[in-house]
T-cell receptor
């Protein structure tokens, strides 16, 4: 059974640019959540997708957007990058809502 | 603002001892509770989840939940140096949103 995978592993972008991060959920999982983790902090919830619909969102501006595809893989898009967007972006998949989530290895984004 | 609070540590215990990690949460409507372990530079790894009041044991780990007092704890018995990591408490508030604490750093001395 393949776990959660994310790509790319590392990314360096310039302020003002746009970025797309990708996540493949674990087999059998229909729910994907995205988190931002700054150094020394816990993961901060960005949003959750369930069966291709966004059904929960944290305190992030609209320039953070996402998609979930019919195979339950997902994308996180961030427009107009700011220096404070530099962080580890984590994707977690779950076999349902409100139950245990399993994290991918993360994408380290650096904005210069 | 719904919150999850943890002592940042570091919590230092000798090898073989019991490590006790605590977490409090503010939303009384919270339904599901999770403990994750995160090694430096790695992503969080699920080690325990608990949905009902009481204790849940899995190997050397025991999760304890008290909804009336709004706290959840994790006990690690026979602590090993390999248990040295940051432990994250996470709470699902029932609104399709999971809130994490900032984590407690555990150091197990050989």
């Amino acid at each position: 059974e393949t776990g959660v995978t994310q790509s790319p592993t590392h990314l360096i972008k310039t302020r003002g640019q746009q970025v797309t991060l990708r996540c493949s959920s674990q087999s059998g999982h229909n729910t994907v959540s995205w988190y931002q983790q700054a150094l020394g902090q816990g993961p901060q919830f960005i949003f959750q997708y369930y069966r291709e619909e966004e059904n929960g969102r944290g305190n992030f501006p609209p320039r953070f957007s996402g998609l979930q595809f019919p195979n339950y893989s997902s994308e996180l898009n961030v427009n107009a990058l700011e220096l404070d967007d530099s962080a580890l972006y984590l994707c977690a998949s779950s076999p349902g809502q409100g139950i245990e989530q399993y994290f991918g290895p993360g994408t380290r984004l650096t904005v210069t | 603002q719904k919150e999850v609070e943890q002592n940042s540590g570091p919590l230092s215990v000798p090898e073989g001892a019991i490590a006790s990690l605590n977490c409090t949460y503010s939303d009384r409507g919270s339904q599901s509770f999770f403990w994750y372990r995160q090694y430096s530079g790695k992503s969080p790894e699920l080690i325990m989840f608990i949905y009902s009041n009481g204790d849940k044991e899995d190997g050397r780990f025991t999760a304890q939940l008290n909804k009336a007092s709004q706290y959840v704890s994790l006990l690690i018995r026979d602590s090993q140096p390999s248990d040295s990591a940051t432990y994250l408490c996470a709470v699902d508030t029932g609104g399709f949103k999971t809130i994490f604490g900032a984590g407690t750093r555990l150091f197990v001395k050989a």
